[in-house]
């Protein structure tokens, strides 16, 4: 059975923060990001963990994820050196409602922070899914 391919879109922070759960645990190489600076617009290609799937069948899917109304983005962690990064979260920190910044967290540290006038985002699966090797886990350290 063929999973449908995913499409989102992000209007506000609510929509921003679906699109986060989504993208949990998606990898990436730093090549995969393209600032189109005169398009003001910020294109990912990201591999999710389709967390729809079924436990014992972990599966990943090509994602894409643009944002437009993109004036300015500022990374830091994420340039040379890191072969590969893994989201963690999206978040969104309003400045002058409805600007902001979208603020994309990687493990180990790596961020974006995409400076928008207003949130437009969309995430669209690009094709099938694959299997992935194990399924995601987190540890959460005692205080």
Known sequence: ???????LLA???DDLSVL????????????????????RQLVLVLRRFDWSAPA?????RLTGLHFDRVQRVVHQGIGA????????????EATDAPSGAI????????????????IEAQLRDLGPAWEAA???????DEA
């Open 11 to 13: 209007l506000d922070a």
């Open 134 to 140: 194990s399924r995601p886990s987190h540890s959460i």
């Open 56 to 60: 014992d069948q972990p599966r990943r």
């Open 1 to 7: 059975m063929t999973a449908e391919l995913l499409t």
């Open 81 to 92: 050196g890191r072969d590969v990064l893994c989201a963690l979260a999206l978040t969104f």
């Open 103 to 118: 603020l994309i967290t990687f493990a180990g540290g790596g961020a974006l922070r995409v400076e928008v006038e207003c």
């Open 20 to 39: 986060s759960a989504h993208l949990q645990d998606a990898v990436l190489r730093p090549q995969d990001i393209s600032w189109r600076k005169t398009e």
